[in-house]
């Protein structure tokens, strides 16, 4: 059974930063992509950043220059980097690992993240 348990979220003022972390059950080598995912209230679930075993790493325009997605393998764990911050972003953030950012088998519970203005 594959677990994925994030922490790091809070709330924060506009401009302030934050850094998430998605720890996983075993080696995070045996999935092919894992990505952080937001959806805030009334919208649909979307990508923010993704990161795929290779280490070749994608974002989302909304988080494109501000948002930064690593791993450390050895902790079998991927982190995300978040500053200046937006009351936009607010959401719940999700780990998800799987097979391409469209087929993911496995998501973590979710970590709130509030950005007050």
């Known amino acids: 059974q594959v677990q994925l348990v994030e922490s790091g979220g809070g709330l924060v003022q506009a401009g302030g930063s934050l850094r998430l972390e998605c720890a996983a059950s075993g080696n995070i080598f045996r999935f092919n992509v894992m990505g952080w995912y937001r959806q805030a209230p009334g919208k649909q679930r979307e990508l923010v950043a993704s990161i795929t075993k290779s280490g070749s790493t994608g974002y989302a325009d909304a988080a494109k220059g501000r948002f930064t997605i690593s791993r450390d393998i050895g902790k079998n764990r991927i982190s995300l980097q978040m500053s200046s911050l937006k009351p936009d972003d607010t959401a719940v953030y999700s780990c998800?690992?799987?097979?391409?950012?469209?087929?993911?088998?496995?998501w973590g519970r979710g970590t709130q993240v509030t950005v007050s203005s």
């Open positions: 998800g690992a799987g097979w391409n950012t469209l087929s993911i088998d496995y």
